[in-house]
T-cell receptor, first 117, second 114 residues
Framework: AQKVTQAQTEISVVEKEDVTLDCVYE???????LFWYKQPPSGELVFLIR??????QNEISGRYSWNFQKSTSSFNFTITASQVVDSAVYFC??????????????FGKGTLLTVNP | EPEVTQTPSHQVTQMGQEVILRCVPI?????FYWYRQILGQKVEFLVS??????SEKSEIFDDQFSVERPDGSNFTLKIRSTKLEDSAMYFC???WGNGNTEAFFGQGTRLTVV
């Protein structure tokens, strides 16, 4: 069964600090997909990144970067020089490729990030 | 840019009433989903729909819930007799054809059962 753990329930930082959000996953599949979504106070789910299990390259997009390590089953998300607009709940999610999985997403419990001015 | 559209954005209903939440997925997508998020909690899978039938449902998706794709564009979630604990944000999502694509989410319908 697939499982996603986000151990950090809440993180509070001061603007311009770097912050890393942790995500640990469990799956028996060899082919799977990892995602990060942002949920601002307005409530919608905003897609940030997708990674498949065969692509362990880290990725950087502006102030955002992601560190995927299969050896530790982790897919961590770092925001560099955080801004107040980064304040949101961030969800890590997993879907599996195995037959019948239907690619449903299993979400972690989310991390509430508050960036203070 | 294509998007998933959900209506209404907010619905208040009395306990025991039936509600229908509506979604228009992206037109060339093949898999459709409903997820639920109780306030302050994680997003939970309810049901997936593929090839005009339910392909998987969670234990949350009991006999009170049903889904339909009546006309090839709309995708609805019906709750027959709402309970207080059905109060949540309901998200519709769709994907094109495999897991290596993002799931496009609608903006959600906030259901409040009073």
């Amino acid at each position: 069964a697939q499982k996603v753990t986000q151990a950090q329930t809440e993180i509070s930082v001061v603007e311009k600090e770097d912050v890393t959000l942790d995500c640990v996953y469990e799956t028996r599949d060899t082919t799977y997909y990892l995602f990060w979504y942002k949920q601002p106070p307005s409530g919608e789910l905003v897609f940030l990144i997708r990674r498949n299990s065969f692509d362990e390259q880290n990725e950087i997009s502006g102030r955002y970067s992601w560190n995927f390590q299969k050896s530790t089953s982790s897919f961590n998300f770092t925001i560099t020089a955080s801004q107040v607009v980064d304040s949101a709940v961030y969800f890590c999610a997993l879907s599996e490729e195995s037959g019948g999985s239907n690619y449903k997403l299993t979400f972690g419990k989310g991390t509430l990030l508050t960036v203070n001015p | 840019e294509p998007e998933v559209t959900q209506t209404p954005s907010h619905q208040v209903t009395q306990m025991g009433q039936e509600v229908i939440l509506r979604c228009v997925p992206i037109s060339n997508h093949l898999y459709f989903y409903w997820y639920r998020q109780i306030l302050g909690q994680k997003v939970e899978f309810l049901v997936s729909f593929y090839n005009n039938e339910i392909s998987e449902k969670s234990e949350i998706f009991d006999d009170q819930f049903s889904v339909e794709r009546p006309d090839g564009s709309n995708f609805t979630l019906k709750i027959r007799s709402t309970k207080l604990e059905d109060s949540a944000m309901y998200f519709c999502a769709s994907i094109w054809g495999n897991g290596n694509t993002e799931a496009f989410f609608g903006q959600g319908t906030r259901l409040t059962v009073v």
